[in-house]
């Protein structure tokens, strides 16, 4: 087991110098850790209460609430100069030593650790995908020529297409989320429709 450190940036008051702040005690713990942005959702004390804050929320546009940009700027600091500092002390150094992994995987020279944090990366990337960019709402629907794994490869063949991802990898996630009931199908008019059900363990098909 591994211990990771996830940091938020952008917080009230915050300034370059309280960014390194964070920065030198991350780097100081000697685990992995990862920087996300401020997102105040609706409802959150930071949000509701924005004027009483060293904030100024940016947008109100809810697909990017996401913490993987920022949307608010202090007084010291502007949205461009948290994310530089995100791309500058993190992202840059994370995106090399993730390409170095990679190619070692590539040329069957990796350990159990790189193919487990490889694995883990990959699967991680699919599925944000899916539910960040309604992947399978708006692409899983087929022609219906039958139920089970002929519909299954169908829809795995769509997704590993349009995140040019690798078939075997993609069959490898899309194959656990089945598995745990978190992704089903039905058949309507006359297609085959995979949809997320409310509840995996009570939302089953019809007879």
Not at 27 to 35: A, K, N, R, S
Not at 53 to 63: A, G, V, Y
Not at 132 to 143: A, K, L, M, Q, Y
């Amino acid at each position: 087991m591994k211990a990771f450190g996830s940091f938020i940036v952008g917080l009230p008051g915050e300034s370059f110098d309280t960014l390194m702040d964070t920065h030198r005690f991350a780097q100081e713990l000697g685990i992995d850790y990862g920087y996300h942005f401020l997102a105040p959702f609706p409802g959150t004390t930071v949000k509701e209460n924005i004027a009483h804050f060293d904030l100024e929320l940016l947008t109100e546009d809810w697909s990017k609430f996401d913490a993987n940009r920022a949307i608010t700027r202090t007084s010291r600091l502007s949205a461009e100069e948290i994310e530089r500092f995100v791309y500058d002390y993190y992202t840059s150094k994370v995106n090399a030593e993730e390409d170095n992994i990679a190619r070692r995987v590539r040329e069957g020279r990796s350990s159990d650790l790189d193919n487990l944090f490889y694995r883990g990366k990959q699967k991680n990337q699919i599925i944000f995908k899916l539910f960040s960019e309604d992947i399978i709402e708006e692409h899983g629907v087929f022609p219906a020529t039958g139920m089970g794994s002929d519909c299954q490869e169908q829809l795995i063949n769509k997704i590993a297409g349009i995140l040019d991802k690798e078939i075997p990898m993609v069959n490898s996630v899309i194959g656990e989320i089945i598995e745990s009931g978190f992704l089903k199908l039905r058949k309507e008019n006359g297609r085959v429709v995979w949809y997320w059900p409310h509840n995996n363990l009570i939302d089953r098909l019809p007879a």
